[in-house]
Nanobody, 126 residues
Framework: EVQLVESGGGLVQPGDSLRLSCAASGLTLDYYAIGWFRQAPGKEREGIGCIVISTGGTYYVDSVKGRFTIARDHTNNTVYLDMDSLKPEDTARYYC???????????????????WGKGTLVTVSS
């Protein structure tokens, strides 16, 4: 059984940093891209970045580029989302996804993801 479990969410102040983790089990991670999505209250779910596990190549949307970093840890099948300079508009439930890929690139199509975690809540507020 494939499982993606996010952790690390919480309440932080604007400007703070936070690290989210996505622990994957039940799949050979090297065949996948791991994506990070978020959904704020009343808004649609949006993709913010992804990583190709086999190459380490990453992609970020403009709203988080330069502030968020995705990294993989082969030793424990975990992918991290490091978030710096957090803003109130980053408040959302954050999800990680696994997408079985056949190329060296990843995408952020909500409908294209094979597996989803249940999410972890990040609140940025003073």
């Amino acid at each position: 059984e494939v499982q993606l479990v996010e952790s690390g969410g919480g309440l932080v102040q604007p400007g703070d940093s936070l690290r989210l983790s996505c622990a994957a089990s039940g799949l050979t991670l090297d065949y996948y891209a791991i994506g990070w999505f978020r959904q704020a209250p009343g808004k649609e779910r949006e993709g913010i970045g992804c990583i190709v596990i086999s190459t380490g190549g990453t992609y970020y949307v403009d709203s988080v580029k330069g502030r968020f970093t995705i990294a993989r840890d082969h030793t424990n099948n975990t992918v991290y989302l490091d978030m710096d300079s957090l803003k109130p508009e980053d408040t959302a439930r954050y999800y990680c996804t696994a997408d079985l890929i056949y190329s060296d690139s990843c995408n952020l199509l909500v409908s294209g993801m094979d597996y989803w975690g249940k999410g972890t809540l990040v609140t940025v507020s003073s």
